[in-house]
């Protein structure tokens, strides 16, 4: 062996010597009933060098933390390299326990945290629904006899929870929620026996404190040797899929001991000098489509974390047989356009084809996340999607009555609404909206309540649409965080503009219906400056003060029995646009008022265009609207917000 086999042996073996000796020194922690702590896992507490993965004892349990929850640890097993684990709410012994992090299930991809969220391995998945109504079905396993023992002081929210086996979306009825989630170590068996009465809710809580398995990457025990582009070469203990070069151009992989040293010589020429030129291009060409399927991959990890529970998913080339190569356009906005189609059942539907611009397709998953899990007669039925790298598409039943601006402001016979109609629609929105807040296990809030994004089926039913910017927050969440302004100029709460009113809160969807109701009530935008009298250019003022003094409102075509339904459509507008969020009553409360006598609704407080304690800024009131009257003086900041036609934030 000459000098330069020694070298290059030294170099190649030290890494690995060095790996080795390190494994070695490497103890064995315990928490608990976990005896055998070790690498790569180390409790919290122990050295970082000990293990890649961090394991909490707490209490005598050995806990894996998530950003939404915490595990228990069952076992360890460093032979099949598989973890087990229960979700932290489940009891054994307790049987109306149940799970408490079921969204965690979807962030086990986070760096801290070793588990792979696609693998699927044996993990069947039990999903718990809350139903309006009772279901008599097999497959339907009712907690009732567990769940009420320990909630015996409301029992009226349990009387209706189910565990669902291995659910599809279809399985879900119309009127039941997913309440809680969690996957197990089961095997279920087929559908058959799934529905043979042979399962029992104590059997599936049994199941699911149980917990599942989950894989964790091999023990680094072989030295490995990888190869990339040009000069580029790595020697050690990890695999190169886990090196930061894996990618392209991790042409070649190979354990040290199945090369000789002449060998390695003459194919690491060859990489240099023959393969390296188109390997270094592939890579460049690699790093570049990266940087732009960003938000494609942002998008597919969404997709397959809740594979579960979407709806039907579209090839692009379907979507174009469905519109007929795009032949019929319905309508386009900043979100893109809309084509009307006919599925082969011969069910019309609606397609919105996106545009790219918005990051990281977050309205897409906006949409997939509220509208794709929620089945509610007065909210958009997302049917399916579709999303194929550049080409993102939404699949919606079809409302063959458009959006309800096109009826509430027009002048077109054919169009026309009577009031009975209109009143009937504001309850369906407002019903609509009430599920959104409270109906769901989080509260979604839609943030872009307008007649536009109100759509209406053949029969005017009301249906809410447009998801693109909602947000979910937990229930108990009354304010929440919203980095930016949201919503259409003339519908937007002011506590957007002024934060020294309030937090941003679901009030803000309930400001924005307020604004939609006056419209409906008045059949005329909010703010109009080609009115007759200047007092009437901002109706909710005009109108408040119309109601007040005891005078009647002068619409067209209007019959006198229609006159006390408008009159309490304003009523309730007005309590709903108050300035102060919690001035403002929550959707079921807006909800009994629209539904109940009009005698039993008192009259709210005018309403203000901007905080009394507000100082005015001159250089901003200089800028004021020529619009407005002298009386109304408000900031430039609330004029825009008034006057804005349906700009989106």
Known sequence: MNIHQVLLLTLVLFPAIACSAKSNRLGVSS????????????????????????????????????????????SINYTSNQIRLVDDGLQKDNCSSLPRHSWALYNFENSDNLINPYYRGDKGTLVIVNCSKPVRNLFYITAGPCILGSYSSNTSLYWNLYALVNPKASDVRDFCTTYRWTW???????????????????LIH??????FSLPFPHSRTKVFMCFFGFFNIYYGSASCKSFQY??????????????????????????????GTPLVTTFLIYKYRRRHLAMDENIEEFLQAHNNFL???YSYSNIKKITGNFKDKLGEGGYGSVYKGTLR?????????????????????NEMATIGRIHHVNVVQLIGFCFEGSKQALVYDFMSNGSLDKHIFTKEEEKFLDYKKIYEISLGVAKGIEYLHRGCDMQILHFDIKPHNILLDKNFTPKVSDFGLAKQYPIDHSIVSVTAAKGTLGYMAPEFFYKSIGGISYKADVYSFGMLLMEMAGRRKNVNANVEHS??????LWVYDQVNEGKNVEMEKVVEEERGVIKKMIIVALWCIQLIPTHRPPMNKVLEMLEGDIGNIQMPPKPLLYPSDEPIDDDKAEMESETFSSSLRAPTIFSSFLLGDNNDI
């Open 345 to 365: 059942s011969g069910n019309e539907v609606a397609i919105k084809i996106l545009k790219q611009f918005k990051a990281h397709g977050q309205d897409f998953i």
């Open 246 to 275: 894996y990618g392209p151009l991790a042409f070649y992989t190979a354990v040290w001991t199945t090369l000789d040293f002449t060998s390695l010589l003459v194919f690491f020429c060859v990489v240099k000098f023959v393969i």
């Open 184 to 202: 197990v170590s089961f095997h279920f068996g087929g559908e058959e026996q799934i529905n043979s009465s042979s399962y029992n809710y104590k």
């Open 31 to 74: 928490c608990g009933d976990i005896h055998n702590i070790r690498y790569p896992f180390r409790l919290k507490s122990d050295l970082k060098e000990r293990g890649v993965y961090k394991l909490n004892c707490e209490d005598n349990h050995t806990v894996l933390h998530l950003d939404k929850g915490r595990f228990y640890v069952q």
């Open 311 to 313: 709806p039907i998913r």
């Open 535 to 540: 007092s009437q250019i901002y109706f909710p």
């Open 206 to 211: 049994k199941i699911m404190t149980d917990g």
